[in-house]
């Protein structure tokens, strides 16, 4: 059903759409690889189910995870007809994402948004906010808007990806999400220009992290010392796997 079809000027944004950000802010900003871990699919598809039968139903009653909602989130966005960013500007914020000048490149994009429908404007808004919001946990997540762009991009500009002179361009495409979550203030609130947070410790630990043993300083030692010596002078292994 197209985008218009499921909004009034009372509710600009989607119901099912405010139903999913609000259970995800609610619940699980702070869940680790938020949009990046996959959720049940058979939960996915029930949410939406269970929607389009009862408007009203929560989320909360349904017993499913965060990450089921934010899949059904993102499957909403997938399945509309035409993508949340229109493809007629696809190739201006691709133009525009080439700016060496950052406050120029910002101003012009900002230039550009403008040209949505309103009904999309006000969704794309909607969701970059979300998304600005879960970044802002990204220490706890490790969602950056560097992750988050990555994995919403090709749901929100849906690119075809069959097409190869297009697959060269996919980095930059992604960029343009990623700067949309990281300047959310100045695009849609009048906020100013920010620096990127430091993606320093954003990454995920290791799932069977060990206890990381400091580097050695190079021995200098004495020229009657043989190698073979060498390997009874060290330490034992503080790892165990000797």
Sequence with gaps: MPL???VTPEKPIPLFVEKCVQFIEDTGLCTEGLYRVSGNKTDQDNIQKQFDQDHNISLESMGVTVNAVAGALKAFFADL??????????QELLETSKIMDKTERLHEL???VKKFHPVNYDVFKYVITHLNRVSQQYKTNFMTADNLSICFWPTLMRPDFENREFLSTTKIHQSVIE???QQCQFFFYNGEIVEAPNPVACQPPPSNAVQMVEPMVPLQLPPPLQPQLIQSQLPADPLGII
């Design 81 to 90: 007809p035409d993508p949340l960013i229109p493809y007629s500007l696809h």
């Design 179 to 181: 700067t949309f979550i």
């Design 4 to 6: 218009q079809d499921l």
């Design 110 to 112: 900002k230039e550009i």
